[in-house]
Every structure is written in C-alpha cells, then in structure tokens.
Nanobody
Framework: QVQLQESGPGLVKPSQMLSLTCTVS??????????WSWIRQPPGKGLEWMGA???????YYSPSLKSRTSISRDTSKNQFSLQLNSVTPEDTAVYYC??????????WGQGTQVTVSS
C-alpha cells in the first residue's frame, strides 16, 4: 500500500517562499511510469494541478505557476518537494501530493493547510 504524507509550515508570510515535502512509503518514486504531483485547493474553489516530477526526474509545471514553482526530489529519502516563491494570500490552500498513472491519481496524501498571512 502506497502512502503519501505532506509536511511543511502551515503559515507563510507574504512574499516569502512556501516549501513542502511529500514523503512516500510503500513504493519508490523512481518506479516506471509514475508521476508525483502537487495539487492544491484554495478555500471555496476547485482542485488546481501545480506540477509534477516523473519517475525519471522530468518536471512539469502549470503554465500559470511555472514562473514561481520548483519541484525536486530526494531519491535517497523517497521524497519529493514543492517550492513556491513570492507567495500572496491567494496561495492560501490545502496542498496535496498525489501519485499519477495513466492520467489518473491513485494515491493521495491527506493534505496540509497552508495559510499565507502576515
């Protein structure tokens, strides 16, 4: 059973960087052909795909967030991470990590609330 767990600060100040880590257990992030994604849900809004890192380390980003987003991984720890720069209150959301395969998400983390506020 694959499990994903998000971790990181719950409160970030405007203009600072948001940094989250997803720790994966029960499966390797280098296993073909999975992609490991970051998805967020602002209050009262729908899910927004932010980006992903594939099993081979290739990265993909939402065009609307690409200039502020970086996704990386640590294969020795079986973790992948999200960095979002220059945050504003509009980046307040529940942030999820998830595994994607064949165009669908089959495993999700429980989500972590991040609030951007001074």
């Amino acid at each position: 059973q694959v499990q994903l767990q998000e971790s990181g600060p719950g409160l970030v100040k405007p203009s600072q960087m948001l940094s989250l880590t997803c720790t994966v257990s029960g499966g390797s992030i280098t296993t073909k052909y999975y992609a490991w994604s970051w998805i967020r849900q602002p209050p009262g809004k729908g899910l927004e795909w932010m980006g992903a890192i594939a099993y081979d380390g290739s990265t993909y980003y939402s065009p609307s967030l690409k200039s502020r987003t970086s996704i990386s991984r640590d294969t020795s720890k079986n973790q992948f991470s999200l960095q979002l720069n220059s945050v504003t209150p509009e980046d307040t959301a529940v942030y999820y990590c998830a595994r994607a395969t064949s165009g669908a998400y089959d495993y999700w983390g429980q989500g972590t609330q991040v609030t951007v506020s001074s």
